[in-house]
């Protein structure tokens, strides 16, 4: 027997709540109580297990985190994945573009590698190593290195 599941939507905005609605209706049964899982773009995880559509990573224990614009069959399979205990991850995101120098010298600073290590490992001056990794702080829109070996890595680029 096939059974409906049961969701929930909480968005700030009415339109984009209205959007979801018609997107959704003929897929899953929409409820205002008791729901299996709620779909939203806000909120703080609670006993309710969440997708969540959002840009922003948050720190929070959501069950999914996609992007706004994620297809509609796509947001389907998470709810349903969720409402059976399964975390779903956001997939790699597209990133900043970077040329292959770009990507050589942000995996040697993701492992914490000085410009002049970085230099000595190229067969660059530590200079052109500095202006590498200059470079790179502002595509991964960093201001430590630090930050922009953990955006590297939540974008998948090392």
């Given at each position: 027997?096939?059974?409906?599941?049961?969701?929930?939507?909480?968005?700030?905005?009415?339109?984009?709540?209205?959007?979801?609605?018609?997107?959704?209706?003929?897929?899953?049964?929409?409820?205002?109580?008791?729901?299996?899982?709620?779909?939203?773009?806000?909120?703080?995880?609670?006993?309710?297990?969440?997708?969540?559509?959002?840009?922003?990573?948050?720190?929070?224990?959501?069950?999914a985190q996609l992007p706004p614009?994620?297809?509609?069959?796509?947001?389907?399979?998470?709810?349903?994945?969720?409402?059976?205990?399964?975390?779903?991850?956001?997939?790699?995101?597209?990133?900043?573009?970077?040329?292959?120098?770009?990507?050589?010298?942000?995996?040697?600073?993701?492992?914490?590698?000085?410009?002049?290590?970085?230099?000595?490992?190229?067969?660059?001056?530590?200079?052109?190593?500095?202006?590498?990794?200059?470079?790179?702080?502002?595509?991964?829109?960093?201001?430590?290195?630090?930050?922009?070996?953990?955006?590297?890595?939540?974008?998948?680029?090392?």
């Amino acid at each position: 027997m096939l059974t409906s599941l049961r969701v929930n939507l909480a968005f700030r905005d009415a339109d984009v709540g209205e959007t979801w609605l018609d997107a959704l209706d003929d897929r899953v049964l929409l409820v205002d109580d008791d729901p299996d899982v709620r779909l939203a773009d806000q909120g703080a995880p609670d006993a309710v297990p969440t997708v969540l559509l959002t840009d922003a990573p948050s720190g929070e224990a959501w069950a999914a985190q996609l992007p706004p614009d994620t297809a509609v069959d796509t947001v389907c399979a998470a709810l349903w994945a969720v409402h059976h205990g399964l975390v779903v991850l956001p997939g790699p995101s597209a990133g900043p573009a970077l040329t292959p120098r770009e990507q050589e010298v942000l995996e040697l600073l993701a492992l914490g590698l000085s410009n002049r290590e970085i230099g000595d490992a190229l067969q660059i001056s530590s200079h052109t190593a500095k202006f590498h990794v200059q470079g790179l702080l502002e595509k991964l829109d960093a201001t430590t290195r630090t930050e922009a070996a953990v955006r590297a890595a939540r974008l998948f680029l090392v």
